[in-house]
């Protein structure tokens, strides 16, 4: 699921995004050295998930200009709130391409969304002889394609959709130091990675760890406290046993406020805190002055440029038309095409042909019945005239009756709000007590003939006992509106 990096070129824009909150960085490789051009922030006034792809553009585009920010190739870094999470065990002994199988079937059971509809990558954590973690991380492909369609509408190319997190501290260089948990603060909460025998061995988002206090935002020091130690209780034995650091990003008053909450707690822990404001000269690859403040964007792009992987890649896949003909027309399959396409031609001649004598034969009908059907017509314009209009199909009834009979009656869902628009379209929102009772409503649901395009909007929740609290719609197909 994660491809290597490879790059030659020497300039590159980092480009991050969090929350409302867009930090970008152009940097230039000079040898073994690299050039930091410019590196800034900026807030966004327009959502790439609900406005138009091409006036996001615009608005990214007028930050750079005023920045003087040229760079054509970028990386982009995704806000961690768009991620999923599962974790999963892999049998010892299992061959790479079993493993990748069954990484692909789990991540179609466990996330609640088509597999087509996701771009999911992995991390293995454990000796390869044994056996291993696996963190899977999934992010909507509508999320990534929106992103992509409005970098290119300003003429950037995207190399690799990633995220920021991951760069700040990737998987091989917690071998040394052992496991190593990151707190990074940021627009929507705090994003917490544990790094650990070669892997991500846990990736989320403390959403309630910032609590805004008028203009200021505060840390939440019990909430975090809470989070750390339910987060390193969920791991393994021999993963937690080595996780033994805990590094806090940041140069700003608020990642001091972390660090200075966090650390007697991380202690209690078995924990070594550290707040890191500034990167070492070497530690992103390619030699920095001494000094460079952290920044997620500029940790992004200098990786990328010194060609290492990310733990997680989103990047769509994109196949040039040349070679996806000449896979199609290889050499060896070159006579049978050219037998297949001689036999699909002449098929098409004969089709065609007896397509002319079908319409001849129906014409000579059409003129028979012509003045009969006329005579219909006019009798069925005159009844609809003076016939009263009302609609006898009951549709929210009917609407409400597929609905009440997909959830349990047990109560494992319940729904607390359903919502019918004119044009047949259905929101409904309501709880579950755990993922597999709503992933069975949800295929009760989709069973019904009249419910079309059944799409899950959010779900968030599920943890310390928890409901899942969800969000989903779909179309009513009505019968009635086909006849009139």
Request: charged share 25%.
């Amino acid at each position: 699921m994660n491809v290597p990096l490879k790059t030659t070129a020497n300039t590159l824009l980092g480009l991050v995004l969090d929350g409302n909150r867009l930090e970008f960085a152009s940097v230039k490789r000079t040898n073994g050295s690299a050039e930091i051009r410019k590196s800034a922030s900026a807030a966004l006034m327009l959502d790439p998930l609900t406005n138009d792809p091409e006036l996001v553009g615009a608005e990214i585009r007028s930050h750079l200009e005023k920045a003087g920010v040229r760079d054509r190739r970028c990386v982009v870094g995704v806000p961690l709130n768009w991620a999923l999470t599962l974790s999963m065990k892999v049998p010892a002994g299992l061959a790479a391409e079993d493993v990748h199988s069954l990484l692909a079937m789990e991540a179609e059971r466990g996330f609640p969304y088509a597999p087509d509809t996701l771009m999911v990558s992995s991390s293995l954590v454990g000796p390869a002889d044994g056996e291993r973690t696996a963190t899977l991380v999934a992010i909507p492909r509508d999320h990534i394609i929106r992103l992509q369609e409005a970098l290119e509408s300003i003429g950037l190319r995207p190399v690799s959709f990633s995220l920021g997190l991951a760069a700040l501290q990737p998987v091989g260089e917690s071998e040394t130091a052992g496991g190593v948990m990151v707190l990074l603060p940021g627009e929507k909460g705090v994003g917490l990675q544990i790094t650990a025998q070669g892997g991500v061995a846990a990736l989320r988002l403390l959403e309630g760890a910032l609590e805004q206090e008028g203009a200021e935002r505060r840390v939440q020091k019990d909430y975090v406290a809470r989070e750390l130690r339910i987060t390193l209780g969920q791991l393994p034995d021999d993963v937690r046993s080595v996780v033994r650091n805990l590094k806090v990003f940041g140069s700003d008053e608020l990642a001091e406020e972390l660090y200075e909450q966090v650390k007697p707690r991380a202690e209690a822990l078995g924990l070594r805190a550290q707040l890191v404001r500034e990167f070492a000269p070497m530690e992103l690859g390619p030699t920095i002055p001494n000094g460079t403040a952290v920044s997620t964007a500029l940790a992004l792009a200098l990786r990328h440029l010194a060609g290492r992987s990310m733990s997680f890649e989103f990047l769509p896949p994109r196949v040039s038309k040349w070679k996806q003909f000449t896979e199609q027309h290889a050499s060896k399959k070159l006579v049978y095409a050219a037998a297949v396409c001689g036999f699909v031609v002449l098929g098409v001649v004969g089709l065609f042909g007896w397509q002319q004598w079908r319409l001849n034969q129906l014409e000579k009908q059409w003129r028979g019945m012509e003045a009969r059907v006329n005579t219909v017509k006019d009798m069925e314009a005159r009844i609809r005239k003076y016939r009263p209009w009302y609609d006898e199909s009951f549709r929210a009834l009917s609407i409400l009756k597929a609905v009440t009979q997909a959830f349990p009656e047990d109560g494992t869902v319940a729904a607390k709000s359903v919502e019918i628009r004119e044009r047949a379209g259905v929101t409904c929102s309501g709880t579950a007590r755990n993922n597999a009772a709503l992933l069975r409503m949800l295929d009760l649901l989709r069973a019904s003939k009249l419910v079309k395009d059944l799409k899950v909007e959010q779900v968030k929740g599920g943890q310390n006992n928890q409901p899942l609290e969800f969000t989903f719609n779909f179309n009513w197909a009505d019968p009635v509106q086909g006849n009139r």
